[in-house]
């Protein structure tokens, strides 16, 4: 079956350290998403892209970087993890034009920066 | 600035009972509006979609209707089971691209 998976599932760092989430999906979306959910403010978009090459930056994107170079992937890096990026992660694909069914979600990382 | 909004942040229903959660957005380009469920500890799951070009969605138990001169929407779970106790998001997305919008979410908690 299909499936979008996250790792690692729990992350304690400290803070200054380069961080980086993976995110790997076999849906053979094109259309891929970053995510942080916080208390408060619901899932803001961090990252996304519509295909291999392609990288836009979302609401949240400072401090935060990503690249696709292949369809299944794409990575979350934190260049300098900070305290305020303590926070759930949550990854997503999506097929293009396929609205009305939404994405398909990772099971999320916990981050913690210390 | 927040396009979509849940101004509840928790509602608590008895089982059995109807449960209506709302949700508000300010885009009017937004035409297509998704409800997610999410339960602790894991990824938000897909539950229910409507377009803009209709006023109600029904599946099973859950209906989504749509007031688009108010920007409006609603999800009403009837009748309301423990199961059902997650927090719920509303999402928005234009047709014109491939972003989705988050609310807040509410958490729903179903007493049995």
């Known amino acids: 079956d299909a499936e979008i998976t996250q790792s690692p599932r729990h992350k304690i760092t400290e803070t200054g350290r380069q961080v980086t989430l993976a995110c790997h999906q076999t849906w053979n979306h094109n259309n891929m998403f970053w995510y942080r959910q916080d208390l408060g403010h619901g899932l803001r978009l961090i990252h996304y892209s519509y295909g291999v090459q392609d990288t836009n930056k979302g609401e949240v994107s400072d401090g935060y970087s990503v690249s696709r170079s292949n369809t299944e992937d794409l990575p979350l890096t934190l260049e300098s993890a900070a305290s305020s990026q303590t926070s759930v992660y949550f990854c997503?694909?999506?097929?293009?034009?396929?609205?009305?069914?939404?994405?398909?979600f990772g099971p999320g990382t916990r981050l913690t920066v210390t | 600035d927040q396009q979509v909004k849940q101004n509840s942040p928790s509602l608590s229903v008895q089982e059995g009972r109807i449960s209506i959660l709302n949700c508000d957005y300010t885009n009017s380009m937004f035409d297509y509006f998704l409800w997610y469920k999410k339960y602790p500890a894991e990824g938000p799951t897909f539950l229910i979609s409507?377009?803009?070009?209709?006023d109600k969605n029904e599946d099973g138990r859950f209906t989504v209707f749509l007031n688009k001169s108010a920007k409006h929407l609603s999800l009403h779970i009837v009748p309301s089971q423990p199961g059902d106790s997650a927090v719920y998001f509303c999402?928005?997305?234009?047709?014109?691209?491939?972003?989705?919008?988050f609310g807040t979410g509410t958490s729903l908690t179903v007493i049995p």
């Open positions: 409507i377009s803009s070009i209709k």
């Open positions: 997503a694909s999506s097929e293009s034009g396929r609205l009305m069914v939404g994405q398909y």
């Open positions: 999402a928005a997305s234009a047709s014109t691209g491939n972003q989705f919008y």
